[in-house]
Nanobody, 126 residues
């Protein structure tokens, strides 16, 4: 079982930046793909970014590509999401999620992730 705890959410001004963190309890954190997802009211949970165990592979949703950056520190069991140039459409509950790295791929769909944090709320003020 892997426990994930997010932090760093809050209110950020439009155009501003923020960083989310997610600490994992897994002893073998480096064996997991990590993803950041977000969900706003009335919408499904969408993947924002994902990263492979060794950080060689990173992918972003089109809506955040060039503005957000995912990274991880395996020594600290932590994955980060740096958010820049925040827009009015970015507010949501942000979740980190994990699944074991298998078959040489990190997955896109929420249903393919086995462990989830409780989420951290991000709001954007104009």
């Amino acid at each position: 079982q892997v426990q994930l705890v997010e932090s760093g959410g809050g209110s950020v001004q439009a155009g501003g930046s923020g960083r989310l963190s997610c600490v994992a309890s897994a002893g073998d954190f480096s064996a997991y793909c990590m993803g950041w997802f977000r969900q706003s009211p009335g919408n499904g949970r969408e993947q924002v970014a994902r990263i492979s165990p060794g950080s060689a592979f990173r992918r972003y949703a089109t809506s955040v590509n060039g503005r957000f950056a995912i990274s991880r520190d395996n020594a600290k069991n932590t994955v980060y999401l740096q958010m820049n140039s925040l827009k009015p459409e970015d507010p949501a509950m942000y979740y980190c999620a994990a699944h074991r790295y298998q078959s040489g791929t990190c997955n896109t769909g929420a249903s393919q992730y086995d462990f989830w944090g409780q989420g951290t709320q991000v709001t954007v003020s104009s």
